[in-house]
Every structure is written in structure tokens, then in C-alpha cells.
């Protein structure tokens, strides 16, 4: 009989990056040309977020924004290794890297090599900036997968009733997705090294953006580039659909052999999705909402969220907390808010939880 740990934890690229350069998605927002000018101007903005942004760009801020995720981080990490899983299945969005125009699966669970690199700043979102481990172009940090994991994982939400997407390789890139490559990276941010095999699942969290948006800020920085027919991709899978596969994949798991780690990998809402908050800060009330419904277990908030409302405060990427958190109503886990890290200026809201078996 498996047992499964729940840990929900971000990927958010700027914690790797440099002081002066965890704010660039905001400088980004305030000059692309698809955000309304009042929304640009601070007189318009929320008072927490123009006291958040102060007069030096907020910088005074970073460092205790970005202690917060490592402590967010080594607690989640301690807990793995307690716990110390057989394997791991990170819940992650992909961002316009592995599936392109050519395929978009509501979800794809991967089965890699037992021994592969993850390269995260050889390209794509990890090669935009410095980082702070000064790794650069060429650098590679090995993983493990575990294609029996992902075969199991497959065939049990199959035979559940999950028409599920399965994949043995990669597509586009040559290495995983930043969804996943940052959840390990952030919780080795020592270096030790993440023995554990790692089976990604992907969610396409960004839904109606996923081609429009090409996984960021492409809405905004050319909006006249997108076509009528590109503006309305299809829906992403609803919040209800994405809280049952959790609970069926968490019946599949507890029917295995194995000592499973299921960690939803996400911010919640981001800026730069968020048509609500005109682009430019996260929907922090959204997320309370949110956060206030997991801290009492009433997992109905979550089941009964529209599409829609979801989007429009930029909480696509959710959706894969939402498999997790399906999962641990199904066990009856209990959820710890290990942290939850509310900002107005660094793009997203920041959540820590774990559920113990
Ligand atoms: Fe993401």
C-alpha cells in the first residue's frame, strides 16, 4: 500500500536571478504596449502595492521576498527527505516549450531516462538572465526519471476513467520545462544533489493563453500580433476536472508499491494574466479567497471555481495545485500553510503547504 506526501511549492524564475532583476516583470508590464496607460500610473495602483514599490523600485524588499521562498524552500525540502519517496511527480504548467502549435494535451505524464540533465539555462526562461549560483550556459545538473512510475501513473488513470496523455521522451526542448527544472533546482538550492526519480506531469494550466500568451507576456508586449482565432485558444481543463484526476491519481498511488512525493509546482496569481488588475499586480484578493478555503478544508471553493474567474485573476497556473489538492481530499490529508507570500510588485503570490500522510 503507497503513501503519498503533498507539498505545494513555486517555480518563479526570478528567485534564481539577481537582486536588481526580481522585479523585471513589472518593468516589463509598466512598458508593454497592451497594458492600459492608468494602470500604469502608481496613482492608480493599489496603496499596499505603491508602499510595497516605494521610492527605490522596491528594491529593500527583495531580499526578505526572496528569504521567505528559501526558507519556503528548505522546509518543503526537509520534509522530502523525511518522508524520503521513492519517487516524485511534479505537477507543473508547460510554457510554450515542450507543446507548441503542434500539440497542446490538457495533461501529459512523462516517463524520461533513469539518468538525464536538466540544462535550465542553456535556453528558454532560465537563459534570460544571470543566476544567482553563477551557473552558466553549459551547465547540467543530472536527474533521474522513472518510466514504471509513469507507466503505473497511466495506466491507472486510464483504466479510472482519464484519458491520459503520455510521453517517453521530450518535443521542443532538450530539457524539461522550467515548471519542473525550478521546482528541483530551488529545492537543491545547496547543491546536494535530488537523488530522488522524478516523474513530471504536465498541466496545460495557461489554457486560453497558451498559444496567445506563448507562455508569458506575449499578449502584452504585441498584442496587434495576435489574430482573432489566436485570442480564443481552447480552454484549459476546469478546476473540477483537474481536482478529480488528482483524486483518482491519488487512489493510483496509494494502490502501488511505492512512497510517492506529489509537488504542486506554482505561484498562484500572476500580474502580468490578470486582465482584472489591468496586467499589472496579482489578484492578492483572489488568492485569499483561496488561501482562506484551503486553510478550512473547504474544498468546494476550489471544486466550484469557474474557468473564467480563474482567468481573469490570472490564476492559470493553479490548475496544477488543484490536482494536488484534489489528491488530499480524496486521502483526507490535512493541509499546513507552511507560508503564503503576498506581493504587489514581484509578479505572483508565493505558496508553501505540505500534507503528511
Ligand atoms: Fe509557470
Known sequence: MGEVLGLGVTHFPPYSWPDENMADALSMILGAPGVEERFKNPAHWP???REEWGEDQARGRVV??????????DHARAKLDAFAPDFVVIIGDDQYENFREDIIPPFCVFGLEDDFDLQPWKSGVGARRKNTWGEGPDFRYPLHGFRDGARAITRGLIEAGVDMPYA???????SLGHAFANTV???????????YPVVPFAVNAYGSAVLRSQGGLGHLLDPDSATAEQLADPPAPAPWRC?????????TLTESPWRVALIASSSWSHAFL????GYVWPDVEADRIMIDALR?????VWRNLELEDLEASGQHEILNWMLVVGAMEALG???????FIETWVFNSTKVFVSWEP
Open 296 to 300: 478550512n478544508e473547504d474544498y468546494d
Open 243 to 251: 481536482m478529480e484526476v488528482g483524486a483518482k491519481l491519488a487512489k
Open 64 to 73: 526578505e521576498h526572496r528569504e521567505r521562498m528559501r526558507l519556503g524552500f
Open 274 to 277: 490578470s486582465p482584472r488588475t
Open 185 to 195: 533546482l530551488f529545492l537543491d538550492s545547496q547543491r546536494k544533489g535530488f537523488d
Open 333 to 339: 490529508q490535512k493541509p499546513v500553510v507552511d507560508d
Open 168 to 174: 517517453f521522451g521530450l518535443h521542443h526542448e532538450e
Open 47 to 49: 496603496a499596499s502595492m
